[in-house]
């Protein structure tokens, strides 16, 4: 395993529009989170799945904003109705809560979302 | 609600200098953890040194070490013999060490430059 994986890469979409992102986090990891990144700024945190359970979610994550973690391995961003505010970097991190120590959140690439 | 703040946006040091990047933290929490993490130009975000609230002494990993002022709020990174290597985006983070919040807390970064 080479560490978190997330697809796509990239993508455009014109305003209104639905998007789907999707993250492989290491294999063995049980905790996933969703951040957020505009430029200029450092991640905001989304969301957070222990297995397949949403423990906690942002205020920045609207109604148009949902994610899944079914049977606890990937995880699915969906945004509906897109609108320019939207575009940013997508990062998502996974941790294993199996550690000695501080549970270390190993970050996946990044999609970037740009909305037209 | 946590806070963090990286005053400086920008630095630079030449190559085998020494450069220290500051962050200073809000919270009325007296457990929580304290990370660097390093982002390179379109690359993934990695970990660069972790501290614990409750240990007294300055972490060190290599060339990094940081100087935590619990009652200051203050952690900041030192990078001894800078290398072209080092280049990239800084944040600083915070996470609480009470149970049930995982989320990281981000400053909006620090890009740093090493001239040759």
């Known amino acids: 395993d080479t560490g978190v994986s997330q697809d796509p890469r990239h993508k455009i979409t014109k305003r209104g529009q639905n998007v789907t992102f999707r993250c492989d986090p290491i294999?063995?990891?049980?905790?996933l989170y969703w951040y957020r990144q505009t430029l200029g700024q450092g991640p905001e945190f989304l969301t957070y799945?222990?297995?397949?359970?949403?423990?906690?979610k942002s205020r920045l994550l609207s109604d148009r904003f949902s994610a899944e973690r079914p049977k606890g391995s990937f995880s699915t961003l969906e945004i509906q109705r897109t609108e320019q505010g939207d575009s940013a970097m997508y990062l998502c991190?996974?941790?294993?809560?199996?550690?000695?120590?501080?549970?270390?959140?190993?970050f996946g690439p990044g999609t970037r979302l740009t909305v037209l | 609600a946590q806070t963090v703040t990286q005053s400086q946006p920008e630095m630079s040091v030449q190559e085998a200098e020494t450069v220290t990047l500051s962050c200073t933290y809000d919270t009325s929490e007296s457990d929580y953890y304290l990370f660097w993490y390093k982002q390179p130009p379109s690359r993934q975000m990695i970990l660069v040194i972790r501290q614990e609230a409750y240990k007294q002494q300055n972490a060190t990993e290599n060339r990094f070490s940081v100087n935590f002022q619990k009652a200051a709020k203050s952690f900041s990174l030192k990078i001894s013999d800078s290398q072209l290597g080092d280049a990239a985006m800084y944040f600083c983070?915070?996470?609480?060490?009470?149970?049930?919040?995982?989320?990281?807390?981000f400053g909006k970064g620090t890009k740093l430059t090493v001239n040759p």
């Open positions: 991190a996974s941790s294993s809560e199996d550690r000695a120590f501080v549970n270390e959140q190993f």
């Open positions: 294999s063995e990891h049980n905790r």
């Open positions: 799945f222990q297995n397949e359970a949403q423990l906690e």
């Open positions: 983070a915070y996470r609480s060490a009470l149970g049930g919040s995982e989320k990281l807390v």
